[in-house]
């Protein structure tokens, strides 16, 4: 599967700040690059939904550190979380 392949399965999946913060099952999604610097690996991306992402409570909106705060969700959850919503994609 080729990176490009992968950001688009992960726009499928629901945004796991909302599913897992709210319970809500919010679509469709942006693939958000997690990490920093240039050599972004497209396999290492969250679902995110818009707000999420780039909104004022979102990754970008917040900026990284904030956002950590304030979801209590560090690049790594959100991967695992993205992660097993690969998998219910695939179920």
């Excluded at 991306?45 to 970008?60: D, F, I, N, P, R």
């Excluded at 705060?69 to 219910?88: C, P, Q, S, V």
Aim: hydrophobic share 35%; net charge positive.
């Amino acid at each position: 599967m080729s990176g490009a392949e992968h950001i688009e399965r992960v726009k499928r999946c629901r945004c796991v700040i909302c599913l897992h913060r709210f319970g809500r099952n919010t679509t469709p999604c942006d693939a958000h690059h997690v990490g920093t610097g240039e050599d972004r690996d497209d396999f290492a991306t969250a679902s995110l939904c818009k707000e999420h992402h780039q909104g004022a409570t979102g990754v970008h909106g917040l900026h990284r550190r904030a956002f950590e705060r304030m979801w209590k969700a560090t690049d790594i959850l959100l991967l695992a979380w993205t992660n097993r919503e690969l998998a219910r994609l695939d179920a």
